[in-house]
């Protein structure tokens, strides 16, 4: 038939028979040409569709499209000619074969086809169509073959044809011109990134990345470098398409879970429901109820959920991206078995003289053809599995912060803040990486099948063995996986305790300096650190046991085939063909077989995370029915004079289960009212105004709401930034507005001591704040949102009674800037009182009373009461304090007064030292001048800012920005990380390896040699002496590559544990001695990490990569020795190819290095942002910022998104090209075996191919490993940074205070003088007074005269500026600083515990005996409360002391100071947490107990220290009066003007 059609021989197999092979013509004008015609004609219809589908606006014409549409043009122009000359030739004669006239019509119609796809894709992202690329390649390949026939045929000198091949060349040689446009990408302007324009050529080779490598290695890149992602995986896209089909899946399993309870109650009740035929149906819920109590009652936490609906919602979400990547993987699989049936058919090329050499060179393009392939499907498969997971990950973090708004309280309850994050961080890791290992699971299968068939097929049973061994090892990795993963759980365990102290010790760290606890504590951490290496070097050794096995597995495997091969039967001779394929099948079979419980375990661990995960997103939601929130002005129209709020029956609860908290609250509130709630101690105020806010679970009745809620917390809620962004919350700035509201908060002289006004950064919950600033900056928060109704919960308990009365006045009051508004507040101020219009007095969850003021006095209910208890307990309604200022001056908030504690110590000294530029600037302007030109000069500042951001004031950053380092990590790292691991230890590593390097090289040639017996002896005459001498040295030389293995890896595991020790000590004794200083400066988290996360990086991953880049860089080394001996001229190969591997090695890890960095960058972020919104839900949910805080997660979450991507594909840009050299390499080495066919045998070519065919793996791996040591080392230079921290003073020094001293306790200050930090001022200038012996001593004194900084200049935590400190004559700056601190006590503002028995807390030491213990608990009125608990002194306390109460937890610290007995104490008043009663228990027991020490007492009430002999009053670091209180008292000096604000006349007048 295609006979007739072409008029000559279609096929013939003698055409191949020759040493010049070719085919025939018709055969390649026919089936040749139709190929990549039918491909196009048949896809183009699909093609065509798509574009009119998802066409976006079009795009400009530019010269690379008119240039291949010229082309295109051409080549129609050039059909048509071709038609023209048959048509013209045709003359009537019937010699024109039809072959003639249908080629250059097909032509015609396709040419015209390609002009309409070229132009149809003016309408999409991408210019150039991923099939046209594919037409050109396959048109261009089916060329080949006819272009070499017409240049053969003209050769010889036919030309009867030559115009017709003149055309066909010009023909041809425009399509390698198109395909060479097509492989330029173009660019698009909607789209800056480069991915979405790519050609095809370029996005399968990754090479539009190349403009950010380069980049990348010119200067290290910022976030700003980096693309953004794609559209549809952005968060926000992600997120609808996942919750469109979570909808359906979570509604099917709740109905399962319902089916499931229903089934339990009935099986739990069977017995119990005889009776209960009629009221059947209703019962069931209770018992249901009652089934899931009892549970909870049972199992505390297992709690059924519904299940099994996110990995469907995630399936149906992704499944497109599921298939592409099944497709990839599968293909490059089939692929993968081509490699060693082309090694088997080059060998016997080699072998057999008489073939062709055209079928070698054919088989080693092939090879290389096949290779590259396989590289491109498998990369693009990577990129589609990594897409996936980082798709997965992004959809679960956007999920958990989306549900983390609307979760109920009761589901909430489950989970710490700790807990959520941790769903976050480490569970959608989880399934992050489980997506790329998903395939892995039939594709193992798939491998593993196919190898053992071809194996048979070339050893037949003796293969048996073989995988025996590997089957046989599997259980034995397993069951050393299982136990090293126990060591790992326990290591876990100790690196939590571990981690727990040092959080601890980092956040009590100004009290362990006070009482020179350091070593106590140092010690613990060195006890369980000692237990957690013991764990590590066990780990090791079994981590090195299974590299062994790993190792041995393939050398094992082959011996015990080939011997079992050749002991079976005498007639098998093992020959190259064999023993070569064999060993490339066991190779692809390795793989596998190490993967398969790799994949089974990380499966496992992301179905615990799909559990969690599942319970969490399917909770259940907050229920806002009872809460009706209705718009104002809709209202206004209907209903004049409705009412603000409205409360009808509401009963309300925290948890369904316990009964209610809120109980029938009938309530009316009118518009405009200012409503005072009341009550005492848990009466419920705080409930009931969440209620309001729809934060509790409702029992029955509602509540209405007219209007927008503004809400103050009673625990303010500070976010990490500005003060002006905690007030504007995401609103536009209104100068005039703002500065009136700063005013109305008392906050402007805040902002003018904190450095940069309200641009100061605030430090994460508010840490550099006190409490009453971060209660006032609430305040201005919800007042400057301007909503209807003001829901206030105390928010006067945090700052002094004058500002309070500031805040009432200007604020909330009648004239305050929120009259007209609606306001509830709570409060424990009484005297506000009189001035509300209601008063709804609260008890045990109920209305007690209401109405105004006087009714409810001369009702004398139990309002009258609590006015009474109120008045009888404080005496004087305002309870005077020290730093009470004049009513204009307002509170300056930053030393903490009466009701001030800030949360931390650290923040204490940053108080302490931002009031010193406050002092000055009092002194020297009037008081209402002061005020004016604060407001201009903030008004002035914020017009700068418009115009430019300027110079940030010094000090204004508090918090150091963490030190980023770029570039590359210094040598002098490595060597010191290598120098902690020790020199002798490095070198017998290395010497361990390379024997193992030697022996592998030795086994395969001895495995060449003996394939070559087989050319010597047939199978009949093998002697056996010589077959089992071969069997014997290949056995021995695997075993001896095993046992060095091991011994290397033993001692690597012993090594990198030495260094990990070595590390870590001299990290925590530097960081213990660092001063405070340090800790004020340096968020505790960053140092905490350096313990965490560096170290833990430094214990496991590094010695890993080490280990896997020595063995990485010896394989390939070894690889190339061996190809070299066998084709010397291979040298000429590997130079160039090998210069190219290091350039793309450097350009590659300049920019991965860099991504990595910016990955992590961006990541913490996200997970801060997610704790500051779960400890400000409520919040949140009250201003109705819910959209506004998802807009800013998924914001971040796309910031770090676009840095892993841009991460992965810098990822899969190496290594497309790095497979691409070893694909040259496998290519021509190959090459090199055909060119030098007679000089090599068979076992040579074997053993050389089946070398080179490893190395891509290799090299890929070794890049991989050095860019992840690169990564890794950072934490080395980090720890580095801090063991290099400068230290405070030596704790001990030479010259040691003589013994029993101090016997007197005198203290003199001469000239004493000293400041914060070396770039700041004096805060003592020039202390000088005598302390003598026992005298006791008050010191008062405004905020930030310099009262805390003489107990820091006492203890030397700050050391002195000039002069000195004497104490019964020995000058403390020349002593060390724990033989001053152990000889002085202090009494703490903050009362710190740490985690441990009580013993701990009171004697960390073990000096004392029990009964000293005892005695002092007995004396700070503790002994009754010690006793009755069940293990007396060996009482666990909790972190931070949480399970005693504060008043418990200031007597165990008066405890402490009883312990130590030392003749001099400091008090910095801590009466400020405690109630009054105890503050007497501590008075009392110190004027008795410390009756013979000298007393140096800090006050911020005066009464606490009228009865001390002398009163020291300092102003601005100088001493102003000192003397006796009745002497100052004569003089009308400070100490006069304070006591009498004080309300303090004569010394006597200060009782209780």
């Not at 040493?19 to 219809?45: M, Y």
């Not at 980023?964 to 060597?975: A, D, N, P």
């Not at 009756?1491 to 020291?1512: E, N, P, V």
């Amino acid at each position: 038939m295609l006979e007739k059609f072409c008029n000559s021989t279609f096929w013939n197999s003698s055409f191949l028979d020759s040493p010049e092979a070719d085919l025939p013509l018709c055969f390649e004008q026919t089936v040749l040409v139709w190929i990549p015609l039918g491909f196009l004609w048949f896809l183009a219809p699909w093609q065509l569709l798509h574009v009119y589908r998802s066409k976006i606006k079009r795009s400009p014409i530019t010269k690379l499209y008119l240039a291949k549409q010229v082309l295109v043009g051409f080549l129609l122009i050039l059909a048509a000619i071709e038609l023209a000359l048959v048509l013209t030739e045709d003359s009537g004669q019937a010699t024109v074969p039809a072959i003639r006239y249908t080629n250059p019509s097909l032509y015609l119609g396709t040419w015209l086809l390609v002009l309409l796809i070229q132009h149809s894709r003016r309408w999409c992202m991408q210019k150039d169509s991923w099939f046209l690329s594919l037409f050109w390649i396959l048109s261009i390949l089916c060329g080949i073959f006819q272009l070499q026939t017409l240049i053969r045929t003209l050769l010889k000198g036919s030309n009867s044809n030559l115009a017709y091949s003149c055309l066909f060349f010009i023909c041809y040689a425009l399509q390698i011109l198109i395909l060479i446009l097509s492989a330029f990408s173009e660019k698009d302007a909607s789209s800056t990134n480069p991915s979405f324009t790519a050609s095809f050529l370029s996005s399968i080779t990754f090479s539009w990345y190349d403009s950010i490598i380069m980049k990348g290695y010119k200067q290290p890149l910022t976030l700003e470098d980096v693309w953004d992602v794609d559209e549809e995986i952005k968060t926000k896209a992600l997120v609808s398409t996942f919750e469109k089909h979570m909808v359906g899946e979570l509604q099917k399993a709740r109905k399962a879970l319902r089916g499931r309870q229903r089934r339990k109650a009935w099986r739990g009740s069977g017995d119990g429901l005889h009776g209960l035929n009629k009221n059947q149906s209703q019962s069931q819920d209770i018992i249901v109820l009652e089934e899931v109590k009892k549970k909870k009652k049972k199992s505390g936490t297992t709690k059924d959920f519904p299940k099994s609906w996110l990995v469907k919602t995630l399936f149906k979400t992704f499944y497109i991206m599921l298939l592409k990547s099944f497709l990839l993987k599968l293909v490059h699989d089939l692929l993968m078995f081509l490699s060693p049936q082309l090694l088997k058919l080059l060998i016997s090329f080699t072998n057999d003289r008489d073939t062709y050499v055209w079928t070698a060179y054919l088989y080693s393009v092939l090879f290389f053809v096949v290779a590259l392939i396989q590289s491109l499907c498998l990369q693009c498969y990577f990129q589609m599995c990594f897409k996936l997971g980082v798709s997965v990950r992004t959809t679960i973090m956007a999920s958990i912060y989306k549900k983390a708004l609307t979760l109920s309280n009761q589901a909430r309850k489950q989970y710490t803040i700790g807990e959520t994050v941790n769903l976050m961080s480490v569970d959608a890791q989880k399934l992050m990486d489980v997506t790329s290992y998903f395939h892995l699971l039939w594709s193992d299968v798939l491998q593993i099948t196919l190898s053992i068939y071809f194996l048979w097929a070339e050893l037949g049973p003796s293969i048996l063995a073989g995988v025996g061994v590997m089957v046989l090892l599997i259980p034995v990795n397993a069951i050393l996986a299982a136990k090293s993963r126990a060591i790992q759980v326990k290591n876990m365990k100790n690196k939590d305790k571990r981690l727990k102290i040092m959080n601890e010790i980092l956040s009590g760290m100004k009290i362990l300096k006070y009482f020179a606890w350091e070593p106590s504590f140092k010690n613990q951490v060195h006890e369980l650190r000692k237990k957690e290496l013991k764990n590590l070097l066990t780990f090791g050794q079994m981590q090195s046991v299974i590299v062994f096995l790993l190792y041995l597995t393939p050398v094992l495997v082959s011996v015990i085939t080939f011997s079992v091969y050749a002991l079976v039967d005498s007639n098998n001779v093992l020959d190259a063909e064999k023993a070569f394929t064999s060993i490339t099948l066991f190779n692809i079979l390795r793989f596998p077989l190490s993967m398969f419980p790799m994949v089974i375990s990380s499966i496992l661990q992301a179905s615990v995370s799909r559990d969690r995960l599942e319970q969490y997103l399917g909770g259940d939601d907050l229920d806002p029915s009872a809460i009706c929130r209705r718009d104002c002005n809709f209202e206004r129209a209907f209903f004049p004079t409705d009412k603000a709020v409205q409360f009808s029956e509401a009963s309300f609860t925290w948890d369904q289960d316990s009964e209610a908290t809120i109980r029938d609250v009938n309530l009316d509130i009118m518009p405009g009212q200012l409503v005072a709630v009341v009550g005492t101690v848990g009466s419920g105020k705080s409930s009931l105004m969440s209620a309001m806010l729809g934060e509790m679970e409702n029992v029955h009745g509602h509540i209405t709401i007219k209007g927008t809620i503004a809400y103050v917390p009673q625990q303010s809620w500070i976010q990490n930034g500005t003060i002006r962004d905690n007030i504007l919350f995401g609103s536009e700035l209104d100068e005039k507005r703002y500065q009136q509201i700063l005013e109305a908060c008392a906050l402007l002289q805040d902002l003018e001591v904190l450095p940069g006004g309200d641009l100061a950064e605030i430090g994460e919950k508010g840490i550099n704040l006190s409490g009453g600033q971060k209660q006032r900056i609430s305040l201005a928060r919800a007042i400057y949102q301007n909503s209807d109704i003001y829901v206030l919960d105390d928010p006067l308990s945090a700052v002094d009674a004058h500002v309070g009365k500031h805040i009432f006045n200007k604020i909330l009051g009648p004239k305050g800037l929120l009259k007209g508004k609606t306001r509830l507040l709570v409060t424990h101020s009484i005297h506000f009182l009189p001035q509300v219009d209601e008063i709804v007095v609260l008890g045990n969850g109920t209305i007690l009373e209401k109405g105004s003021y006087s009714t409810l006095l001369a009702k004398k209910g139990s309002f009258a009461k609590i006015l009474k208890t109120f008045t009888e307990q404080t005496g004087p309604v305002e309870e005077a304090t020290v730093n009470e200022d004049t009513e204009e001056e307002d509170d300056c908030g930053l030393m903490p007064s009466v009701e001030e504690i800030p949360e931390d110590v650290a923040s204490l000294t940053m108080k302490r030292e931002n009031s010193l530029h406050q002092i000055r600037s009092r002194n020297s302007r009037s008081k209402s001048r002061h005020r004016k030109s604060l407001r201009n000069s903030l008004k002035t500042r914020n017009v700068n800012t418009l115009k430019e951001e300027e110079e940030p004031v010094k000090g204004q950053k508090l918090i150091k920005k963490e030190f980023i380092q770029t570039g590359k990590v210094k040598f002098s790292i490595y060597l010191k990380y290598l120098r902690a691991v020790g020199w002798f230890s490095i070198f017998f590593i290395i010497f361990a390896y390379v024997i193992n390097s030697v022996a592998y090289i030795g086994s395969n040639l001895w495995l060449s040699a003996w394939t070559n017996d087989s050319k010597t002896f047939n199978g009949t005459n093998y002697p056996a002496s010589q077959r089992d001498l071969r069997v014997g040295v290949y056995g021995a030389l695997g075993l001896v590559q095993g046992a060095f293995v091991l011994i290397a890896n033993l001692w690597n595991a012993h090594g990198s544990t030495h260094a990990s020790n070595i590390l870590h000590r001299q990290l925590l004794s530097n960081i213990l001695q660092a001063p405070m200083s340090f800790f004020d400066t340096t968020p505790t988290g960053r140092i905490v990490n350096r313990f965490a996360g560096d170290i833990s990086t430094v214990d496991d991953t590094l010695p890993l990569s080490l280990r896997s880049w020595i063995l990485c860089f010896l394989g390939i080394i070894s690889t190339l020795v061996m190809i070299c001996t066998a084709t010397p001229i291979f040298i000429v190969v590997i130079i160039p190819l090998g210069l190219i591997y290091v350039s793309v090695q450097i350009f590659y890890v300049a920019t991965s290095r860099q991504l990595k960095r910016l990955d992590s960058v961006t990541r913490s972020p996200i997970y801060s942002h997610f704790s500051e919104t779960m400890s400000g839900l409520s919040v949140i949910r009250a201003f109705e910022h819910q959209q506004r805080f998802l807009k800013h997660n998924e914001v971040g979450i796309d910031t770090n998104q676009k840095c892993v991507f841009s991460w992965i594909t810098s990822n899969r840009w190496l290594a497309v090209r790095l497979e691409l050299i070893g694909n040259l390499i496998v290519f021509f080495s190959s090459l090199m075996m055909v060119i030098y066919r007679d000089t090599l045998s068979g076992d040579t070519v074997g053993f050389v191919l089946s070398n080179a065919l490893n190395i891509t793996q290799t090299l890929n791996w070794l890049v991989r490993m050095t860019s992840e040591i690169e990564t890794n080392i950072v934490a080395v230079e980090r720890i580095n940074e801090y063991i290099k921290v400068e230290n405070e003073a030596p704790w001990v020094t030479d010259k040691r205070p003589p013994p029993g001293w101090p016997s007197k306790g005198e203290i003199r200050f001469n000239n004493y003088q000293v400041r914060y930090r070396p770039e700041l001022d004096l805060v003592l200038r020039g202390i000088t007074c005598d302390i003598r012996s026992m005298e006791k001593i008050g010191v008062v004194g405004r905020t930030g005269a310099g009262k805390s900084s003489l107990t820091n200049g006492l203890f030397r935590i700050l050391e002195a500026a000039g002069g000195q400190i004497i104490i019964d004559g020995v000058d403390i700056a020349s002593i060390g600083l724990h033989d001053l601190r152990e000889k002085l006590t202090i009494i703490p503002q903050d009362p710190i515990l740490f985690s441990g028995s009580l013993r701990m807390n009171l004697d960390p030491f073990n000096n004392h005996s029990d009964e000293e213990i005892w005695k002092a608990l007995e004396l700070a009125h503790l002994k009754s409360f010690v006793s009755g608990l069940q293990l007396g002194l060996s009482h666990e306390v909790t972190e931070a002391g949480d399970n005693l109460s504060i008043g418990q937890r200031q007597l165990l610290c008066l405890a402490r100071a009883l312990l130590r007995k030392s003749k001099i104490l400091v008090m910095d008043e801590a009466t400020a947490a405690v109630d009054l009663e105890t503050d007497h228990l501590i008075q009392t027991t110190i004027q008795k107990e410390f009756s013979h020490c000298t007393t140096i007492t800090i006050a911020h009430r005066l009464h606490t220290i009228m009865d001390s002999d002398k009163i020291m009053v300092l102003d601005n670091g100088k001493i102003v009066e000192y003397g006796s209180p009745q002497e100052l008292l004569r003089n009308s000096g400070p100490f006069y003007l304070m006591a009498k604000e004080a309300g303090i006349e004569s010394v006597n007048s200060t009782s209780f």
